[in-house]
C-alpha cells in the first residue's frame, strides 16, 4: 500500500479536533493529578494507622492495575449507582487517579528527602506548623520534584489514547474512524505515531533542562 | 449461582493469555534492553545512533499507538502479524526502550576500577561484560525492572481492543451477557493486582538470592 499524501492531509482538520481533546485531557488530568496526589502523599504520611494503612494499600493497588480497566470501571459502574458523567470527564477522573498514585511518591519522596535538622530548626525557632511548610519545607521540597512530575505529565500525555475505549473522541478516536470510514488504516495511524513523537521527543530534551536546572545531582 | 461458575472460567481462561502475553513480553523486552542499552554505549557511531533511534521511537509513543500500528499497518505493507504477534512485539519493544536506559545507567554505575582489573586479567571485552559487570550491573537494574515488568502487565489490557480474548476481553464478554458491571471488573481488576503481587514478589526474592556475596546493594 502506498502512502497518500492527499489522503493524509485531508484527515488532518479531523485528527485536529481529536487533538484539541487529547491536550484538554491531558491538561484536566494533569491538574487533577497534581492536587490528588498531594493529598494523598498527605494522607499517607498521617500519623493515624488507620488513614496510612489502608491510604498506602489503595495506592499501591491502583498502581498494580491496568488504567484501561480503571477507565472501564468508572465508565460502566457509575451510571449504575446513579453518577452520570461525560466519557471525557470519566477519563480525565481515571487519568487523574491514576496518575495521582505516582505523583504522590514524588511528593512524599520529595517531602521526606527534607533533613530532619529543618524541621528542628524550625521548632526551635518558633516556627508554627503552617509557617514551616510555608516557608521551610515546601520551597526546598518542591523544586527537586519538578522533573518527576513534569515526566508523569509526559507519561499521561501519552497514555490518553486508552481513553478512546470509552468513546472519548480524541486523536486515535477519530483517527480510527476516518480509517474505517475510508478503510484506509496506513495514513491515520501513522500520523497519530508521528504527533505524539513531535511532542514527546522534545519533551525529552526539555526534562533534561529542568533536571539540570532543580535537580540536587547535577548541582 | 451456577452460572458464575461458567464466567468464572471464562475469565480464567483470559488470565491464562494474560499470563502468557506478560512472560512472551518480559522476555522480549529483556533481551532488547539489555541489547539497546548496551548498544547505546558503544563507541560505533552508526551503533549507538540506531539504539538511541530505538529508544526515544518507542518510548515516544504508548504501548497502545504502537499495537494499532503494528496490528492495522504491518499487514498492509506486506507483513502478516496476528493479534499475539502484533501484542508481543509491541510490549516487548516499548518496555525494553524502558528497560534499555536502566541497563545503561546500571552499567555505568558500576565502579570503573572493575573495568580495569578486568583489561589487566587480560580478559576479552565479551569476558568483562559477560563476567564482571553485567553480574553486578545486574541486581541493581532489578527493581526497576520489576517496575517494568508490572508496566507490561498492566499494558496487556490493551490486546483486548485489538480483539485478544485476554482477562480485560473476557470482563467485556461478561458483562455483556450478565449485564452485571461490578463483578467483572472487580474480579479481573483483584487479579491483576495479584499478579503485579507476584512480579513485585519474585524479583525482591530474585534480588536477595543475587545480591549474595556483592557489595554493590547495601
Given at each position: 500500500m502506498e502512502w497518500d499524501w492527499n489522503f493524509a492531509i485531508k484527515t488532518l482538520p479531523v485528527l485536529g479536533e481529536g487533538v484539541l481533546v487529547?491536550?484538554?485531557?491531558?491538561?484536566?488530568?494533569?491538574?487533577?493529578?497534581?492536587?490528588?496526589?498531594?493529598?494523598?502523599?498527605?494522607?499517607?504520611?498521617?500519623?493515624n494507622k488507620l488513614v496510612s494503612r489502608p491510604t498506602s494499600f489503595f495506592l499501591e493497588f491502583i498502581r498494580?492495575?491496568?488504567?484501561?480497566?480503571?477507565?472501564?470501571f468508572l465508565?460502566?459502574?457509575?451510571?449504575?449507582?446513579?453518577?452520570?458523567?461525560?466519557?471525557?470527564?470519566?477519563?480525565?477522573?481515571?487519568?487523574?487517579?491514576?496518575?495521582?498514585?505516582?505523583?504522590?511518591?514524588?511528593?512524599?519522596?520529595?517531602?521526606?528527602?527534607?533533613?530532619?535538622?529543618?524541621?528542628e530548626a524550625s521548632k526551635a525557632?518558633?516556627?508554627?506548623?503552617?509557617?514551616?511548610?510555608?516557608?521551610?519545607?515546601?520551597?526546598?521540597?518542591?523544586?527537586?520534584?519538578?522533573?518527576a512530575l513534569a515526566n508523569y505529565i509526559i507519561a499521561m500525555f501519552k497514555?490518553?489514547?486508552?481513553?478512546?475505549?470509552?468513546?472519548?473522541?480524541?486523536?486515535?478516536?477519530?483517527?480510527?474512524?476516518?480509517s474505517n470510514f475510508h478503510?484506509?488504516?496506513?495514513?491515520p495511524m501513522t500520523l497519530v505515531g508521528v504527533f505524539f513523537l513531535l511532542i514527546s521527543i522534545p519533551s525529552v530534551y526539555f526534562l533534561r533542562r529542568l533536571e539540570r536546572k532543580y535537580s540536587p545531582h547535577y548541582k | 449461582m451456577q452460572h458464575w461458575f461458567g464466567y468464572l472460567q471464562l475469565i480464567f481462561e483470559g488470565a491464562l493469555l494474560t499470563a502468557q502475553l506478560t512472560v512472551l513480553g518480559c522476555a522480549l523486552a529483556l533481551f532488547m534492553a539489555i541489547i539497546a542499552g548496551l548498544a547505546r554505549m558503544s563507541k560505533v557511531k552508526a551503533i549507538s545512533i540506531a539504539a538511541t533511534c530505538y529508544i526515544e521511537f518507542f518510548r515516544g509513543t504508548s504501548i497502545f499507538v504502537q499495537?494499532?500500528?503494528?496490528?492495522?499497518?504491518?499487514?498492509?505493507?506486506?507483513?502478516?502479524?496476528?493479534?499475539?504477534l502484533a501484542g508481543v512485539l509491541a510490549l516487548g519493544l516499548n518496555v525494553g526502550a524502558y528497560?534499555?536506559?536502566?541497563?545503561?545507567?546500571?552499567?555505568?554505575?558500576?565502579?570503573?576500577?572493575?573495568?580495569?582489573?578486568?583489561?589487566?586479567?587480560?580478559?576479552?571485552?565479551?569476558?568483562?561484560?559477560?563476567?564482571?559487570?553485567?553480574?553486578?550491573?545486574?541486581?541493581?537494574m532489578l527493581p526497576t525492572f520489576g517496575n517494568n515488568a508490572i508496566e507490561l502487565l498492566k499494558g496487556t489490557a490493551v490486546v483486548s481492543l485489538i480483539s485478544l480474548a485476554d482477562m480485560t476481553f473476557q470482563s467485556q464478554v461478561v458483562r455483556a451477557q450478565t449485564g452485571s458491571t461490578a463483578i467483572p471488573f472487580l474480579t479481573i481488576l483483584i487479579l491483576y493486582f495479584m499478579m503485579a503481587m507476584v512480579i513485585s514478589r519474585g524479583i525482591r526474592a530474585l534480588e536477595r538470592h543475587l545480591s549474595d556475596g556483592l557489595d554493590v546493594t547495601k
Open positions: 487529547t491536550i484538554q485531557a491531558t491538561v484536566l488530568g494533569s491538574v487533577l493529578a497534581l492536587a490528588l496526589g498531594l493529598v494523598f502523599a498527605l494522607m499517607r504520611r498521617s500519623q498494580g492495575t491496568p488504567l484501561l480497566v480503571q477507565l472501564y465508565f460502566f459502574i457509575l451510571p449504575d449507582v446513579g453518577i452520570l458523567l461525560s466519557p471525557l470527564v470519566a477519563g480525565v477522573i481515571g487519568l487523574g487517579l491514576h496518575y495521582a498514585t505516582y505523583t504522590a511518591e514524588v511528593y512524599r519522596a520529595g517531602i521526606d528527602n527534607i533533613p530532619r535538622g529543618q524541621w525557632v518558633n516556627l508554627t506548623a503552617p509557617q514551616t511548610w510555608q516557608h521551610i519545607i515546601l520551597p526546598q521540597a518542591i523544586p527537586p520534584m519538578i522533573p497514555e490518553t489514547p486508552l481513553l478512546s475505549a470509552i468513546t472519548v473522541l480524541e486523536l486515535m478516536n477519530q483517527a480510527r474512524s476516518i478503510y484506509r488504516y496506513l495514513e | 499495537l494499532f500500528w503494528a496490528y492495522f499497518v504491518l499487514p498492509l505493507v506486506g507483513i502478516p502479524v496476528s493479534p499475539f528497560g534499555a536506559e536502566v541497563v545503561r545507567g546500571a552499567v555505568q554505575s558500576i565502579d570503573k576500577g572493575q573495568s580495569e582489573a578486568a583489561l589487566a586479567l587480560n580478559l576479552t571485552p565479551y569476558q568483562r561484560m559477560r563476567h564482571v559487570i553485567l553480574p553486578q550491573a545486574f541486581v541493581i
